[in-house]
């Protein structure tokens, strides 16, 4: 068998896998949506994902150590993972070899030559990654003011080196060791102005752009989508992301660009790649040219997805093994294997000292000036409801890869990708939006914590969610508390009855009651008796229309019996109002004055039985900003949320 066709069997099988996992990321009925999937397998094997969250928390869930097996393959194979493996990569190539059948061999050849702009997606890596790593960033800072034993060793690391410098012969060691001296003693020197933990600040921001969240995100949220509703077989009720529109723009985007350049994406913008070329640069199985036979006929040029120069001096790092030149070179000159290429390779990456300094003092200082907006502490949004379990705001956006795992596997819907609410850092983050969606957050319902690959929703227990067992001393988790606004509840505003929030209020007992109150309705005129017959009262005034009146919530008063309660309307016909008792037989007389009144139940939200699934919202029947709203305050995840005090 040819090795590209087992190659693509292998991209054929990870592009299918990849997709499987999204479709049954859905929870249904059918036997094979989320029985145990492994879905997030391929999110672990990223090792992208997991040296962000190592960077940015100082700590790895332990399904990302699948990325180990990819670190360790390429390091011995090279780039294997994106020719063979990735998914998003396979989509990249299919596309630009669709584009380019029909070109000729020099418009290919031109196409996969190699730019200086593939350098771009080192400055990607390293901004994004210096963002992750502020917190490291700021211990290593304060490490040298907390411990003695470290500023002891540091000086004497400092000393060793400068000593080194000094008898070192070779130039560029001498140059390197002085470097290296200065920015130790730079570091004790800020370390000893500064409080590294109040300077700076970690964001995991490597899912944006990080191939794997990318596809994932984009495949749940924005092309799923199209078939729910539509094929029951995923999810037989439509679904609904606001504000995915930039997630699609975006896919469609890189994914049309192929059309210009082959594999745009992964040349060009891809930070895994650009980490996996790192690993793979000095690969020990690599491809090169064998040291005889090439004619320069550019058919290896013409077929590199890698734009790696195969022809002449090869970049090994660039070269993603699709394996096309060995193939298709005439005289069987390309080869994979352990000796270095005989026309040369070059190991990159070719990124100068100043584009990888300003990369990464961009991405340690980006932290630190967004949150200067104070999103995450005091100016906190409380439109921002994270799902159950999520970790406080600052180690959420530690660990969150804004996959859309979470947003897909909600069987209500309610998780959604944010736009800016949640600041620039927390864009496409998951919120909780219940006006969208068939439901609110369900109280039994714990299925996104269990898909998030990095733990920034913790997987939690039924028990925990439900503060039973033993976590019944911490009670439920609270993910907000509903908050009523009076100038817009239906009982409040507009004397209308309305009691939707407390009924459909999930725990028990409910976090909304209600206190009774009757009254007086504006009508367009007097009501005046002018007879009575038994329970009927006959009056002269504005006609009562009975589908208002006569529903139970409406009671009449009599001017001359003050001392009787409200009685309740059971009927109107022509002119008269059938009562469901007559208390008035012994005082009343006509023209006595007829005062209608409804019976509200006024809606309260008990703060410390609130837990914020927003159900009540959902329902609410004031379809545009609901009259009753969920608000992140008192959230269980956060200490400064706390409302009760
Ligand atoms: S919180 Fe949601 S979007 Fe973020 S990493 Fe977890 S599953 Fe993915």
Redo the contacts with the bound molecule.
């Keep these: 068998m040819r090795i590209i066709t087992t190659r693509r069997i292998s991209q054929t099988f990870f592009f299918l896998l990849f997709l499987w996992f999204c479709a049954v990321s859905t929870l249904g009925e059918q036997v094979w949506q989320l029985r145990g999937w492994p879905v997030g397998w391929l999110l672990e094997l990223d090792p992208l994902v997991g040296l962000g969250t190592l960077l940015a928390t100082g700590t790895l869930y332990a399904g990302l150590l699948w990325g180990l097996l990819t670190v360790v393959l390429t390091i011995f194979l090279g780039r294997v993972f994106c020719g063979w493996i990735c998914p998003f990569g396979a989509l990249h190539q299919a596309v630009g070899w669709l584009a380019g059948r029909k070109r000729s061999a020099a418009v290919q050849i031109a196409a996969n030559r190699y730019r200086p702009a593939q350098r771009i997606k080192y400055v990607i890596l390293i901004f994004l990654l210096s963002g992750a790593a502020g917190d490291f960033l700021a211990w290593l800072l304060d490490l040298s003011v907390e411990s003695s034993i470290a500023v002891a060793g540091i000086a004497a690391a400092s000393l060793a080196c400068g000593i080194a410098a000094v008898r070192v012969r070779k130039a560029f060691w001498r140059r390197w060791t002085t470097v290296l001296v200065l920015l130790i003693i730079g570091w004790v020197g800020l370390g000893f102005l500064t409080d590294g933990s109040r300077l700076l600040a970690a964001s995991l921001q490597t ?1 944006l752009l990080d191939p794997l ?1 990318l596809f994932y995100r984009s495949v749940n949220l924005t092309l799923l989508p199209l078939l729910d509703g539509r094929m029951a077989a995923f999810s037989s009720p439509g679904r609904l992301y606001p504000g995915s529109v930039a997630i699609g723009l975006l896919f469609w985007t890189v994914v049309l660009l192929n059309l210009v350049i082959p594999r745009f994406y992964c040349r060009f913008i891809c930070p895994l790649g650009a980490l996996l070329e790192i690993l793979g640069r000095n690969a020990l199985y690599r491809m090169g040219q064998k040291p005889d036979g090439c004619t320069a006929c550019g058919a290896c040029d013409r077929h590199c997805e890698g734009a790696c120069d195969p022809s002449t001096t090869l970049r090994s790092a660039e070269c993603v093994l699709c394996m096309n030149c060995l193939d298709r070179c005439p005289h069987d000159v390309m080869g994979y294997g352990l000796h270095p290429s005989a026309a040369g390779e070059m190991a990159g990456p070719d990124l100068s000292k100043r584009e990888f300094t300003a990369a990464l003092v961009s991405g340690v200082a980006a932290v630190p000036l967004l949150r200067l907006s104070g999103g995450v502490d005091a100016n906190w949004n409380p439109a921002v409801i994270r ?1 159950p379990g ?1 970790l406080d705001e600052a180690n959420f956006l530690r ?9 897909r596997v909600c069987p209500t819907n309610v998780i959604h990708p944010a736009g800016l609410q949640a600041g620039i850092e927390g864009i496409w ?2 919120v909780l939006n219940f006006r969208v969606g068939t439901s609110g957050c369900q109280r039994g319902c714990i299925a ?1 914590g269990q ?4 733990a ?2 913790r997987p939690i227990p039924l028990d925990e969610r439900l503060g039973r067992g033993e976590f019944a001393d911490r009670g439920p988790i609270r993910i907000g508390t509903a908050f009523v606004d009076r100038g817009r509840c239906l009982p409040w505003a507009m004397d209308r009855p309305c009691i939707v929030c407390q009924e459909n209020c999930p725990v028990s007992p409910k976090a909304i009651f209600t206190r009774e109150e009757f009254r007086p309705v504006r009508l367009s005129g007097d009501l005046r008796l002018r007879e009575m017959v038994e329970d009927r009262l006959l009056f002269d005034g504005p006609a009562l229309p009975a589908e208002r009146f006569a529903t139970g919530d409406y009671f009449v008063t009599l001017e001359e019996s003050p001392d009787i309660a409200p009685v309740r309307i059971k009927d109107i016909g022509s002119g008269g109002i059938s009562l469901a008792e007559n208390p008035f037989v012994e005082t009343a007389s006509p023209g006595a004055r007829i005062t209608v009144r409804v019976k509200l139940q006024l809606p309260f939200v008990d703060p410390s039985a609130c837990i914020g699934c927003g159900i009540c919202e959902h329902e609410c029947p004031v379809k545009g900003r609901r009259a009753i709203r969920v608000s992140a305050e008192n959230a269980s995840r956060d200490r400064q949320h706390r409302l009760l005090l």
């Design positions: 899912g969240p799902p999520a660990r969150c890869i804004k996959c859309g795992q979470c947003m983050t998951p996104c898909l998030c690959p990095t920034a929703i």
